[in-house]
C-alpha cells in the first residue's frame, strides 16, 4: 500500500512502488513483515486489510493455517488471484475494510500495516472497530504508521514514485512533519502514539505501543 489510494495505483503500478523503493526504505518494509511474523501462530487464521495484489501474504500463509486479504481495488485482486494461485491457505476478496463480511471474533490476527489508517482515507476510529469486532478474545489487531525518524526516508521514496508518474504531484511546500500534501490537496498523516492512545481508548482491550526499525510505529490492540 502506497501512500494515496489512486485510482490508477493498483496492479501493476502498485508493484513497480515496491520495485522503486530505495535500501532504507526497503529495510523498512522487511521489518515491519518481520515484526508482524513474530506474532503469528502456525494455528492463527489471519486477515489483511488492504492487501493490494498480496505482497505479503505468501509470507503471512508460510506461518498461518489460514490467511485473507481484502482490498477494494479489483484489479490488485485479480493479479493477487493469478500470484497467489499456488498459495492454497490463501484467499482473496474484493472487500471495503469498513464493512467486512465475516462474523464478530473470526480472526486470530487482524493486519492493517504501512499507514493504512491513513491511507485507506476512512473513518480511523470506524475502521479500528471494525477491525476489533471480527478478532478473537486474545487475538490481536495490528494497525502501524510510520515512525517520525523514517520521516527523510519516506520523502525519498515518494520523490522516486512521484518522478516516476505512479502519484498525483506533490505540493513539496505544504509537505512537512509527517504530512504529504498533494496538489489537488488530497493528504497522507501518520499517527503518533498519543494518537493512537485516543484512538483506542474506548476499547475494552489490552493495547500496546511499540516502535519497529526507527521506520514503524505499531499500534497492538488484545480484546
Not at 498525483?168 to 502514539?193: E, F, M, Y
Amino acid at each position: 500500500m502506497c501512500d494515496y489510494p489512486e485510482q490508477g495505483l493498483a496492479a501493476e503500478h502498485l508493484q513497480r512502488c515496491y520495485e522503486l523503493a530505495p535500501p532504507r526504505t526497503q529495510q523498512y518494509l522487511e521489518a515491519e513483515l518481520a515484526h508482524v511474523l513474530d506474532l503469528i501462530k502456525p494455528n492463527d487464521v489471519v486477515i489483511e486489510l488492504g492487501c493490494g495484489y498480496g505482497r505479503i501474504l505468501p509470507a503471512l500463509a508460510r506461518k498461518a493455517r489460514l490467511v485473507i486479504g481484502i482490498d477494494t481495488c479489483r484489479s490488485s485482486i485479480d493479479l493477487g488471484h493469478k500470484l497467489l494461485a499456488d498459495v492454497p491457505n490463501c484467499r482473496l476478496f474484493e472487500m471495503n475494510a469498513l464493512a467486512l463480511r465475516f462474523p464478530d471474533r473470526f480472526f486470530d490476527k487482524v493486519i492493517c500495516i504501512q499507514n493504512g489508517l491513513s491511507a485507506f482515507h476512512v473513518d480511523q476510529k470506524a475502521l479500528v472497530l471494525e477491525a476489533v469486532r471480527v478478532t478473537r478474545k486474545g487475538g490481536t489487531a495490528l494497525f502501524s504508521t510510520y515512525a517520525g525518524e523514517f520521516w527523510q526516508h519516506r520523502l525519498e521514496w515518494l520523490r522516486l514514485r512521484s518522478e516516476a508518474g505512479l502519484v498525483g504531484p506533490i505540493d513539496w511546500d505544504k509537505t512537512h512533519d509527517g504530512t504529504i500534501v498533494r496538489a489537488d490537496g488530497l493528504t497522507a498523516t501518520t499517527l503518533t502514539s498519543a494518537e493512537f492512545r485516543t484512538l483506542t481508548q474506548c476499547l475494552a482491550a489490552d493495547v500496546h505501543i511499540t516502535e519497529v526499525d526507527e521506520s514503524s510505529l505499531f499500534c497492538e490492540i488484545t480484546p
